[in-house]
């Protein structure tokens, strides 16, 4: 079984800027699981399965349109590794605006079986 390389882990960080759902859900492991940085429950909305995780990107790319992380940094540790980022928008009057935050990850081989992303909040 192949492991997760840094380089894998970096092009998985980077799909993320692609806008491609589809891109992205193949990173995941059929099993994969995302907890997205908000919602009601205490990891933020969890999408089990790639069907699902697939569908909780896209929920991410419509909420932030153009939306990028900046400044990855990916860190692999056997099976499991860390992202830090700068996320970045740009609001409607065309003012750039950015939060820092940070994943973290668990692997099965080079597929990514667990991501649960954090962010600072800015009032």
């Known amino acids: 079984m192949t492991e997760m390389t840094t380089a894998r882990a970096t092009e998985f960080g980077n799909a993320w800027n692609s806008g491609d759902a589809d891109l992205v859900a193949g990173y995941f492991a059929e099993d994969g699981v995302y907890h997205a940085s908000v919602g009601a429950e205490a990891l933020g909305v969890t999408y089990r399965g790639r069907d699902e995780v697939r569908r909780g990107v896209q929920a991410f790319f419509d909420r932030f349109p153009g939306g990028k992380f900046e400044n990855l940094r990916v860190h692999v540790f ?4 860390t992202f830090e980022w700068d996320f970045v928008t740009v609001g409607a009057d065309g003012t750039p605006s950015s939060v820092a935050g ?3 990850l668990e692997f099965r ?5 667990t991501k649960n992303a954090f962010r600072k909040v800015v009032p």
């Open 78 to 81: 056997g099976d499991r590794g």
């Open 102 to 104: 940070c994943d973290l």
């Open 109 to 113: 081989g080079d597929q990514v079986t």
